[in-house]
């Protein structure tokens, strides 16, 4: 089953999180289908903390792709702040 989740990067103490569509079964950190937004938890200032790609995460969806409950949660608050 493809799945949209997070992949996890950045320094130690410092996440930074790509959202990636891949298979299930693969693990957290390692090869994707594709990369679609990133997530970055501790933005300061005027970095930005969270993109979405939202025409690519419709897409995958409506391919069956499942996204991860942070994920669906991430697209929730993403489109708040679009609107």
Known sequence: MVTIRLARGGAKKRPFYHIVVTDSRKRRDSSYIERI?????????QE????????RFELWCGHG???SD???H????HLK???
Do not use: D, F, S
């Open 48 to 55: 930005v903390k969270l993109n979405i790609e939202m025409e």
């Open 37 to 45: 937004g990133y997530y970055n938890p501790t933005a300061r200032g």
């Open 70 to 72: 942070r994920v669906a």
């Open 65 to 67: 792709a499942q996204p």
């Open 74 to 77: 991430l697209v929730k608050t």
């Open 81 to 83: 702040q679009a609107a």
